[in-house]
């Protein structure tokens, strides 16, 4: 996956493109995969990198959502659990299943969750259920959850999710489409929608934002996948156009694995403010979270707000022992869920939809929202169908319900972190074996080397030292602390790779480096009780 090539290739100006998209998350990401495998030519632009804002910050789960079927939304959870199911099968390297247990503290609520959950498997029937919830007693409950507090559990119940890691997906999709022939590149703006003679959508203008070059991109259907941004874009189409999109802050906390202790993850179905919360294992640390607050606006680095921070600080001493502080926090990380808003103006996010919405413009600019990475594949199908009727594109069937994405690998060994390269990783490992710099750890503590960041430029379009440690190696939202010690070696390894100077590497370092103040816990601040 060369950048270089890839823009040059975009930049042709005699080329009509079938599909421009705008937003290299998870919707835009599955749009230009779904285009390419139809046989569509399309070209993608993410302003930033890959993933870089909702769709990198994710609880890490590939599942049909427990919370949503509480609230009676059974097409909703029926079509995410149907999704789960085909992305287990075609991206088996990076998606596994994931054992949950609810502890119950009444007798009815073991009643109540183990029929509940019998029915979410029912829903899932098919050939692609992940396996069957069954109830526990309060024995095997303190069993297979050592750090839960062992007072109050009357019993519990086991089910099944998927779990996953977001940004590396990411990438892989990104691959995927460049090998069915699709052009995706990062670090480009769309700074401006082109219009033709009758008025309607022809085109974007972009802005690379490596070289500085603007060039003019010629299509035939635009698509606007820029999740909580999508509104900005819709503007640039239709200057008087409203607000749609309601930015949604989450955050999740990381911490050591001696406060889970387990393979099995937590679901707590009620908090305090009627919102579930998860305690995830993720890479040998635990992912605890999220929180659901309306913002303002939309921010592509949200920062954790203490209130949140506290609140899941708070119920998770609840059920955990020892208690979380923020002296144990190795990473926080806050994500932005990009939610259609009501009509009535509303603020509270549980009245707002989490299905996805698409719309189309009086200039035929089509717009993609909500949704979330399980049913990324779905969105992105019926975003090209919708483009097919209004016959802005010939009609080709989707291909992506079977489709193998890059890496795909049966069973890898999850005790090696080279498992997340899936198929790639016997060629990593070559590359790292090809120069002693190469097998060199870029902290200590770690066992992300020198080659994983060299491989990362060569051939994942990593462009910075926050592309490879926040969405590459990740370490960034497992350890903040860790990140900002690797940063210098990282920017020298890039550096070298690149053909760019000690001045890049300086002032990369510190960019990284102030970046990560969202991703610390000041802790002299002491949570509430």
């Known amino acids: 996956m060369k950048r270089d090539s890839i823009l040059n290739t975009i930049k042709d100006q005699d080329v009509i493109w079938d599909v421009a998209v705008i937003g290299g998350g998870a919707t835009g990401l599955g749009i230009a995969v779904d285009a390419a495998t139809r046989g569509y030519s399309v070209a993608l632009f993410e302003q930033d990198d890959f993933a870089k804002s909702t769709s990198s910050r994710s609880t890490k789960l590939v599942h049909g959502g427990v919370r949503y079927l509480q609230k009676g939304d059974v ?67 303190s069993e297979l959850l050592p750090g839960i507090k062992k007072q109050g559990p009357k019993g519990g119940v086991i089910y099944h999710d998927g779990q996953f890691d977001d940004s590396r997906l990411a990438i892989n999709l990104a691959q995927t489409c460049v090998e069915n022939g699709g052009c995706p590149v990062n670090h480009t703006t769309v700074t401006g929608i082109l219009h033709d003679a009758n008025s309607n959508v022809s085109g974007v203008t972009v802005r690379d934002n490596i070289g500085g070059e603007e060039f003019v991109v010629n299509a035939r259907c635009v698509i606007n996948a820029a999740g909580v941004f999508v509104d900005d874009i819709m503007t640039m189409d239709s200057p008087a156009h409203d607000k749609m999109v309601t930015p ?26 009627g919102r579930v919360l998860f305690a995830v294992p993720w890479h040998d640390k635990v992912v605890v979270g999220t929180t659901d607050i309306v ?23 609840l059920y955990m022992d020892p208690k979380p502080t923020r002296a144990d926090i190795l ?79 049966p069973n890898p060994d999850l005790t090696d972190h080279m498992y997340i390269y899936g198929s790639d990783a016997g060629a990593v490992r070559e590359l790292i074996a090809s120069d002693p710099r190469y ?88 949570e509430t009780t």
Not at 295 to 317: C, M, Q, S, V, W
Request: glycine content about 6%.
């Open 439 to 526: 097998s060199q750890p870029i902290h200590p503590d770690y066992p992300h080397t020198a080659g994983e960041v060299a491989w990362a430029v060569r051939h994942e379009m990593a462009m910075t030292v926050e592309d490879i440690l926040a969405r590459r190696v990740r370490l960034l939202f497992m350890d903040a602390r860790a990140a900002i010690e690797a940063a210098p070696a990282v920017a020298r390894i890039v550096a070298r790779e690149r053909g760019l100077d000690s001045r890049w590497e300086k002032e990369q370092v510190e960019s990284f480096t102030a970046l990560t103040t969202n991703y610390l816990i000041d802790k002299g601040v002491q």
């Open 295 to 317: 913002r303002e606006k939309p921010e592509i680095e949200p920062k954790p707000l203490d209130e949140e921070i506290d609140f899941i600080l708070n119920t998770a001493g």
């Open 331 to 409: 990473s926080v990380f806050a994500g932005q869920r990009p939610l259609a808003a009501p009509k009535n103006g509303g603020k509270n996010t549980k009245e707002i939809s989490r299905s996805h919405k698409i719309i189309v413009s009086g200039h035929k600019l089509i717009t993609i929202t909500g949704g979330k990475w399980t049913t990324y594949r779905r969105m992105a199908e019926d975003t090209l169908d919708k483009a097919i009727s209004l016959g802005l594109l010939p009609k080709r069937k989707c291909a992506t319900r079977t489709l193998r994405i890059h890496g795909y690998k």
């Open 248 to 273: 949604s802050q989450g955050i999740h906390l990381v911490l050591d694995m001696k406060f889970l202790q387990s393979d099995y993850a937590i679901m707590i179905p009620k908090t305090s403010d």
């Open 75 to 141: 097409p909703l959870v029926r079509e995410a659990l149907h999704e789960r199911g085909r992305l287990r099968r075609n991206a088996p390297h990076l998606v596994k299943d994931q054992s949950f247990v609810i502890s119950n503290y009444s007798l009815f609520d073991n009643f109540l969750y183990t029929c509940g959950l019998t029915f979410y498997d029912m829903l899932s029937w098919g050939g692609l259920s992940l396996g069957r919830s069954y109830y526990i007693n309060k024995k095997k409950v």
